[in-house]
């Protein structure tokens, strides 16, 4: 069984944040220079309190005709934030997402955001296990093994 930390292990525990009193604007442009679709939100004194992410732009901001310049995050956040452990197995993970129709679950150890993984992360091990498995039946088949 697969498990977060493995995942964070090989892709990196990068996690950009944004506080709750940035602009909508500036959580967009640190979102479109790190090539990324989610920030987590975080308050002093409080850690973790939010997540902002591209749909929350759509819903919250565009949709609404908010001005992103003057929009604070902590106005149009998504939360409670559903997070998940480094000791959480994909599965899991994959089920709370398709569950709650979430595309990024911050992980979370020790009240810290550790690392932030995404629905794109979570298919593409999928892939590569299934590559893994389709290779080995192929060499089974073929007496190779």
Known sequence: ???????????????VAVTDEDTVLHAARL????RIGSVVVTAVGQGLIGIFTERDILRRVVAEGRAPDSTRIGDVMSTPVTCCQPASSLEECRAIMTGKRLRHLPVVENDEVVGIISIGDLLAVEVELQQTTIEYLHEYLHGRT
Not at 1 to 15: A, F, N
């Open 1 to 15: 069984m697969t498990l977060v930390k493995d995942m964070l292990e090989q892709k990196g525990g990068k996690v």
């Open 31 to 34: 979102m479109n220079e790190q």
